[in-house]
């Protein structure tokens, strides 16, 4: 079992900057591919990002690629997500995720444990 638990959501203005952290517990966190989702009131959760288990391999979407960076550091436990340049459709709940898998996986399937999300929210 992997614990996930996410921070850093809040309110920021169009333009700004947030950094999203995901502490995990539980497992050996570099065993883990992990991921970052986002779902938005009426929408389904979407794929955001994801990084393979020793950082070195990263995949982003399209919407959000050149202005979200996620790196991880594994004596940490820790994935983040920094998000630049937000805008009004980047606000949702961000959740991130681990999988068991060795690759950038974009499927919600291929994730076999998730946080609880955080709320991002981003204003005029």
């Known amino acids: 079992q992997v614990r996930l638990v996410e921070s850093g959501g809040g309110l920021v203005q169009a333009g700004g900057s947030l950094r999203l952290s995901c502490a995990a517990s539980?497992?050996?966190?570099?065993?883990?591919?992990m991921g970052w989702f986002r779902q938005a009131p009426g929408n389904e959760r979407e794929f955001v990002s994801a990084?393979?288990?020793?950082?070195?391999?990263?995949s982003y979407a399209d919407s959000v690629k050149g202005r979200f960076t996620i790196s991880r550091d594994n004596a940490k436990n820790t994935v983040y997500l920094q998000m630049n340049a937000l805008k009004h459709e980047d606000a949702a709940v961000y959740y991130c995720?681990?999988?068991?898998?060795?690759?950038?996986?974009?499927?919600?399937?291929?994730?076999?444990?998730w946080g609880q999300g955080t709320q991002v929210t981003v204003s005029s």
């Open positions: 539980g497992r050996t966190f570099s065993d883990y591919a």
């Open positions: 990084i393979t288990r020793g950082g070195s391999g990263t």
């Open positions: 995720a681990a999988n068991r898998g060795v690759g950038l996986s974009r499927a919600e399937g291929s994730y076999d444990y």
